[in-house]
């Protein structure tokens, strides 16, 4: 079956910096994604990777590692409205999103 | 730009009725989606539309139906509620050109089953 992994819930402080790991498997890749989604809102996108390596956009970073399953989100010089949760998402051989259950981020003063 | 309305924003159900959730996008995107959250689950697709005229099934599609007739409407319709529909439910498009195909999402529907 296909599978994404993230951690349920994580804790950091503001002004830090935080990764979110994200492991799956899934039958074909296609390209790799990072959504976040405050609560009781819709998700909106952050990040693509498709290819081994960092991307950087702003405070917010992703790695993709193919061969490993792997993908993280760095997020750094924290806010408090980046509390939120972050969701990953793998497209498979059909070109289909798979989504993980999403990492809820609690972002402490 | 709009973006992508969805209505209704909340609505309790009666178990055993139908209804038609909406959702409209002005950015003529050619790839429509429905998919339900469910706390501890990750987002579900439950049916897509890849062109106008055209629908498919995702992963969990049983007592749901959609049609496309045009490319900005994709309603979502329940023809019988059950209690195990009660999710937050969001559609959501992508221009199905570009080679990232990012999905943009709608605000959601809440819907309760009782």
């Known amino acids: 079956g296909q599978n994404i992994d993230q951690p349920t819930e994580m804790t950091a402080t503001e002004g830090a910096i935080v990764q979110i790991n994200c492991t799956y498997q899934?039958?074909?890749?296609?390209?790799l994604f990072w959504y976040q989604q405050h609560a009781g809102e819709a998700p909106t996108f952050l990040s693509y990777?498709?290819l081994d390596g960092l991307e950087e956009k702003g405070r917010f970073s992703s790695f993709l590692s193919r061969s490993k399953g792997y993908s993280y989100l760095l997020l750094k010089e924290l806010q408090m409205k980046d509390s939120a949760s972050y969701l990953c998402?793998?497209?498979?051989?059909?070109?289909?999103?798979?989504w993980g259950a999403g990492t809820k981020l609690i972002i402490k003063p | 730009t709009a973006g992508i309305t969805q209505a209704p924003t909340s609505q309790i159900l009666a178990a055993g009725r139908s209804m038609t959730l909406r959702c409209t996008q002005d950015?003529?995107?050619?790839?429509m989606y429905w998919y339900r959250q469910d706390l501890g689950l990750g987002l579900r697709l439950i049916h897509y539309?890849?062109?106008?005229?055209?629908?498919g099934k995702g992963e969990v599609p049983d007592g749901y139906s959609v049609s496309r007739a045009n490319t900005d409407d994709f309603p979502l319709t329940l023809a019988s509620a059950v209690p195990s529909q009660t999710s937050v439910y969001f559609c959501?498009?992508?221009?199905?050109?570009?080679?990232?195909?990012?999905?943009?999402f709608g605000p959601g529907t809440r819907l309760t089953v009782l």
């Open positions: 950015m003529r995107h050619n790839a």
């Open positions: 959501a498009s992508s221009d199905g050109g570009a080679h990232t195909d990012t999905q943009y």
């Open positions: 998402a793998v497209r498979d051989s059909n070109y289909q999103l798979i």
């Open positions: 899934t039958s074909g890749f296609n390209g």
């Open positions: 990777n498709v």
């Open positions: 539309s890849n062109t106008a005229g055209t629908t």
